[in-house]
C-alpha cells in the first residue's frame, strides 16, 4: 500500500533557472492536489486536478507556475525563472474524487523542500 | 465562504497533562472538518475527520475532538500528553467548489510537550 510519493524530497536551486517537482499519487484516487507551505505558514492551494476535467488553477501565484498531470497520474509542478520568494515545501495530495463521493480526505506526500538561492 | 481559526499559534504541556488545541470555523453550511499532524520533516498524517456523524470524533494516539455547532468549534484535546505527541496540527475544513472538494487550512498550533 504505498503512499503519495514526491519527488525530490530536497531542491536547491539559483534564481532565474527552472525546476520540476513531481508526485505519484496514491493508486486508484482521481483528484491530485499541490499545496506550497511557507515557513511559519499554513498550506496554500496551488492546482487541482480532478479525472480528465480542466484543472482548477485559481490558487497559482502567477504565470510562473505551472502543472500537468499526465494519464490522469502523475503530475509535475513546474516552476519557470524561480525567485527567492518561492522558497517553500510543496505538497501533493490525493483523494478518491470530487465531492459526490468522499468526505474530504486527503492523502499527502512527504513533500519537496525547494530553496531558491 | 469557509475558515477556520485555531486559536493559539504555540500550545506548551508537560508530559502526562491534557492537551487542548483550539480551532473555530465558519462555514455556510454543515462543513467536514479534519485535524492534521505534520512532525518535522514528515508528511500531513490525518488525525480525525468529522463529517456529520456523531460529534465526538476518536482519531489515532489517542487524540479525540468535539463538534460543537452551538460554538463553531472543533477542539481537538488528548487526556495525557507524550513526548511523541510534539508536532504542528493544523484544524482545516472541507467543502465544495465547483467541481472539487477544497481543503482551508489553519495557520496550526505547534505542541511542545516539556519532560
Known amino acids: 500500500g504505498a503512499g503519495v510519493s514526491q519527488s525530490p524530497s530536497n531542491k536547491v536551486t539559483e534564481k532565474g533557472k527552472d525546476v520540476e517537482l513531481r508526485c505519484d499519487p496514491i493508486?486508484?484516487?482521481?483528484?491530485l492536489y499541490w499545496y506550497r507551505q511557507s515557513l511559519g505558514q499554513g498550506l496554500e492551494f496551488l492546482i487541482y486536478?480532478?479525472?480528465?476535467?480542466?484543472?482548477?488553477k485559481s490558487g497559482l501565484p502567477s504565470d510562473r507556475f505551472s502543472a500537468e498531470r499526465t494519464g490522469g497520474s502523475v503530475s509535475t509542478l513546474t516552476i519557470q525563472r524561480t525567485q527567492q520568494e518561492d522558497s517553500a515545501v510543496y505538497l501533493c495530495?490525493?483523494?478518491?474524487?470530487?465531492?459526490?463521493?468522499?468526505?474530504?480526505?486527503?492523502?499527502f506526500g512527504p513533500g519537496t523542500r525547494l530553496t531558491v538561492l | 465562504a469557509q475558515s477556520v481559526t485555531q486559536l493559539d499559534s504555540h500550545v506548551s504541556v508537560s508530559e502526562g497533562t491534557p492537551v487542548l488545541l483550539r480551532c473555530n470555523y465558519s462555514?455556510?453550511?454543515?462543513?467536514?472538518l479534519f485535524w492534521y499532524v505534520q512532525h518535522p520533516n514528515k508528511g500531513l498524517q490525518l488525525l480525525l475527520k468529522?463529517?456529520?456523524?456523531?460529534?465526538l470524533v476518536k482519531g489515532i494516539n489517542g487524540f479525540e475532538a468535539e463538534f460543537k455547532k452551538s460554538e463553531t468549534s472543533f477542539h481537538l484535546t488528548k487526556p495525557s500528553a507524550h513526548m511523541s505527541d510534539a508536532a504542528e496540527y493544523f484544524c482545516?475544513?472541507?467543502?465544495?467548489?465547483?467541481?472539487?472538494?477544497?481543503?482551508?487550512f489553519g495557520s496550526g498550533t505547534q505542541l511542545t510537550v516539556l519532560p
Open positions: 493508486s486508484g484516487h482521481t483528484a
Open positions: 462555514s455556510s453550511y454543515s462543513p467536514s
Open positions: 486536478f480532478q479525472g480528465n476535467s480542466a484543472p482548477d
Open positions: 468529522y463529517t456529520s456523524a456523531a460529534t
Open positions: 482545516v475544513v472541507s467543502y465544495i467548489s465547483g467541481s472539487a472538494r477544497q481543503l482551508t
Open positions: 495530495a490525493s483523494s478518491w474524487g470530487g465531492p459526490g463521493g468522499s468526505s474530504g480526505e486527503q492523502f
